[in-house]
């Protein structure tokens, strides 16, 4: 039996499929297939079970992950007796993140990149969806929107950030502005596909107004900026995308400040990677460091 094998079974336990396993070992589909099947004839039982849309863990396969998480471990340690630097803060590996997608490249992004460019083994993966899906993707952290993942074990409130209203002045030159909260139904809105919208704390225009319409709707909160920018309608954004758009202007800013959460969660520790501690402090520090960005008013 191959030590290097059980390190496949461990990969494909957190991506839920030989595809994704095998991008994340640098390895091609069918080596993953070869690999797995000479383990479970050495085993004499099967360890996954193959869907068309992924595959999942057997009573055996769940029983050998402790097993290997330990020879993952120790190949990690050889590896870091070879290649360690004078300081010993080395990252290697790979490091999957799922993020929402503004907060992915306003944030994680840059972070990843600083520390991909001073630690060169350090592979990073970033899978940004409105809806987040960490076990079925293999993600070590995912961030969302809300508290409802508070309740999953390895889940944590990472910060708090604000939403408003803005405008360009193009738009306030052809339109005008709202003067209050009611006035909005009379203007055109952007935000998210309301039947499109899956994460219930992002369900805010209602609250602010029952009479409203979206004129300009998308799933990307990049779309929503650009059509803002643009002068398509008064957009509900992030502060910390709009508020570095020097065009753009808070609308009723005293009436409208939104506070939403964004949560950090961390596959069971079994299948978290070895990295994603370091990487998970680091993220931690970055938003601490930034609250001016995130809270800004």
Known sequence: MRADDLVVLLEIARCGSLVGAASALGLNHSTVSRRI??????????VIVRHVHGCEMT?????????????????????????????????????RLASTEAFGAKFVAPLMADLHRINSGLIVELVTQTRLSAYGIGADIEIGVGESLLGRPGAEKLTDYRLGLYASREYEEERGLPRTVEDLAEHSLIYYIEGLLRVEDLDLLARLTPSYRVAFGSTSVQAQ???TLAGAGIGLLPAFVAESMPTLQRVLPS????TLTFTASL????????V????MQAIREMVEERQDELMPW
């Open 255 to 258: 009436e409208v400040a939104v």
């Open 59 to 95: 009573d055996l396969g769940r029983d050998l992950l402790k097993s290997c998480e330990q020879i993952e471990a120790a190949l990690a340690d050889v590896r870091d007796l070879a290649n360690t630097k004078p300081d010993g803060r080395e990252l290697t590996g790979l490091i």
């Open 225 to 227: 900026t650009a059509a």
């Open 267 to 274: 596959a069971p520790r079994r299948l978290r990677r070895p």
């Open 37 to 46: 099947s000479a383990l479970e004839a050495e085993l004499h039982g099967a």
């Open 276 to 279: 994603t501690a370091t990487v």
